[in-house]
T-cell receptor, first 111, second 114 residues
């Protein structure tokens, strides 16, 4: 699976959009971009995934650049409960292999 | 999505003892995994729990230390044997429902070894 690079930490004001970047310059054509988050002392929670088109669900939006070498997770109106470590993971969908976690980005939403 | 529960949620154990962690999924899943998360660190895969056969361990993890069972498609156990303080971690169960499905995680078991 391709390696990802994320900033170690970010702050965001409550009610504003949180934009979390991820670099995956070695991504292969059949690899998807997945985002998970882990709120303190809980198990990781699936957020969203995409291949090359932008994706949106009830939790977030995922913007993938045209060359697919980077992506941005957008939380449109961050709340205090969105404070968590966010993991960007690249892998082949349907692969029998498990997710491999990097160090992620600690997002702190400030009141 | 699959709902995963773990028991116990936390425990404090003495050095040299063993603890068995149970993982129950609310639906049949194709794959189950066990992860470890040491304090302040990211998740590290321990092993893939295979139904009806021996688990597949990642480098650095061995069956004698972390025996795993998976008797059916919805249940697995992880035992942490002969514990030392270095085993103090959160242990997480994870599952995939189907080949193209997402991977889900249990709430974790927080283990403290004294």
């Amino acid at each position: 699976d391709a390696k990802t690079t994320q900033p170690p930490s970010m702050d965001c004001a409550e009610g504003r959009a949180a934009n979390l970047p991820c670099n995956h310059s070695t991504i292969s054509g059949n690899e998807y971009v997945y985002w998970y988050r882990q709120i303190h002392s809980q198990g990781p929670q699936y957020i969203i995934h995409g291949l090359k088109n932008n994706e949106t669900n009830e939790m977030a939006s995922l913007i993938i650049t045209e060359d697919r070498k980077s992506s941005t997770l957008i939380l449109p109106h961050a709340t205090l409960r969105d404070t968590a470590v966010y993991y960007c993971i690249v892998r082949v969908r349907g692969s029998a292999r498990q997710l491999t976690f990097g160090s992620g980005t600690q997002l702190t939403v400030l009141p | 999505s699959a709902v995963i529960s773990q028991k116990p949620s936390r425990d404090i154990c003495q050095r040299g003892t063993s603890l068995t962690i149970q993982c129950q999924v609310d639906s049949q899943v194709t794959m189950m995994f066990w992860y470890r998360q040491q304090p302040g660190q990211s998740l590290t895969l321990i092993a893939t729990a295979n139904q009806g056969s021996e688990a597949t361990y990642e480098s650095g993890f061995v069956i004698d230390k972390f025996p795993i069972s998976r008797p059916n498609l919805t249940f697995s156990t992880l035992t942490v044997s002969n514990m030392s303080p270095e085993d103090s971690s959160i242990y997480l169960c994870s599952a995939v429902a189907a080949a193209a499905a997402e991977q889900y995680f249990g709430p974790g078991t927080r283990l403290t070894v004294t």
